[in-house]
C-alpha cells in the first residue's frame, strides 16, 4: 500500500489546515487508517483513527479540534485541523493496517506559528 500525504504548511495559531492522504488501494480493505505526527525529540504518537467500520478516535489533545474523514469513491483520508496550537507543530503521517501490516506515508510537515 502506497500512502501519500499533502496539506501541510505554516499557520497562525488559530487557524486551519486539511491534510489529505491518497491511497494506492480501496480504503475499505483496510482494517484501519489513522494519522500520526512525530514533534522533534518526541515519539510518534496517534492523532486520529478511523477503523473499518467507521467508526473514529482521536487523542486527547486534539479531541473537538480535529476531524477524519474518508472517501472510499477516491481512496482519500483526510484530517480537518481546526483552532491549530503551536503544540501542533510536527510531521503529519498518514498509516494504514491491511492485512495485518502497516504502511506509512512519507509524511508533510505542519508549523503553527505567528
Known amino acids: 500500500v502506497e500512502l501519500k500525504e499533502s496539506g501541510g504548511g505554516l499557520v497562525q495559531p488559530g487557524g486551519s489546515l486539511r491534510l489529505s492522504c491518497s491511497a494506492s488501494?480501496?480504503?475499505?480493505?483496510?482494517?484501519?487508517m489513522g494519522w500520526y505526527r512525530q514533534a522533534p525529540g518526541n515519539q510518534r504518537e496517534m492523532v486520529a483513527h478511523?477503523?473499518?467500520?467507521?467508526?473514529?478516535s482521536y487523542s486527547g489533545s486534539v479531541k473537538g479540534r480535529f476531524t477524519i474523514s474518508r472517501d472510499s469513491a477516491k481512496n482519500m483520508l483526510w484530517l480537518q485541523m481546526n483552532d491549530l496550537k503551536p503544540e501542533d507543530t510536527a510531521v503529519y503521517f498518514c498509516?494504514?493496517?491491511?492485512?495485518?501490516?502497516?504502511?506509512w506515508g512519507q509524511g508533510t510537515q505542519v508549523t503553527v506559528s505567528s
Open positions: 498509516n494504514a493496517n491491511w492485512v495485518g501490516a502497516e504502511f
Open positions: 488501494r480501496d480504503i475499505f480493505s483496510m482494517r484501519a
Open positions: 478511523i477503523i473499518n467500520d467507521g467508526s473514529t
